[in-house]
């Protein structure tokens, strides 16, 4: 098989954290989510250990909780990641952080919430080598699940505040103590599909060859 190098290329280089521009009116089918899951599926995990879970928050008042977590550390997080932005003069950051005080004052009208989790939780001491491990086996399922969204005209933004209270969070949503949330993002069709590459560094910037 060859693909279209041209419309894979931007595939990848155009799925954006989306915030703003998801469409909080537009319902998200069950079935376009189930697709996407088990399109991710189809990526790598440790030792084919296949612990991915998928946690999907369609209620409005679950989704008012999480969103009520979410805040709380957004709060405090945005506040002190924008004043730092503001004292250095980084434009782009602080775009960046308007948007997410966007989501921040807006998680529970995304129409899904979808929690990616893994079957099983680290002891408390796992090396590096073991928490690699563990992320690994989940994160690129995540990246694979945003791709497909992306493909039928959705959007997401991967987060991780809610997870200052995770248990929270598991109390809410009857998250039983040996499944590890790792994330959420929330997900909903886009307004528009025109994404743009980001502005990023030449690659020869930040490569090493043999030596660092």
């Not at 969103?67 to 405090?76: R, S």
Request: aromatic share 6%; glycine share 8%.
């Amino acid at each position: 098989m060859e693909f279209d190098l041209n419309q894979t290329d931007e595939l990848l280089a155009t799925t954006r954290a989306v915030r703003k521009r998801l469409d909080f009116d537009r319902a998200v089918p069950r079935d376009v989510i189930e697709e996407c899951i088990g399109l991710s599926q189809q990526a790598p995990t440790g030792t084919n250990s296949q612990g991915w879970r998928w946690l999907i928050i369609e209620d409005a008042e679950k989704r008012a909780g999480l969103a009520e977590l979410y805040k709380k550390m957004a709060d405090v997080y945005l506040v002190e990641e924008g004043r730092k932005a503001a004292e250095s003069g980084d434009a782009q950051t602080a775009r960046v952080l308007g948007s997410a005080v966007f989501l921040a004052e807006n998680l529970q009208n995304a129409p899904v919430h979808v929690i990616p989790c893994l079957q099983g939780r680290p002891p408390e001491g796992t090396p590096l080598m073991g928490i690699a491990a563990m992320m690994g086996s989940i994160f690129p399922a995540v990246w694979s699940f945003q791709l497909a969204l992306r493909a039928r005209g959705l959007g997401s933004c991967l987060t991780s505040l809610h997870l200052a209270h995770e248990k929270e969070a598991a109390e809410l949503l009857g998250i039983p103590d040996d499944v590890l949330q790792v994330a959420l993002l929330p997900v909903a069709y886009t307004k528009g599909t025109d994404f743009k590459r980001a502005n990023r560094p030449d690659p020869s910037t930040i490569i090493h060859y043999d030596k660092w």
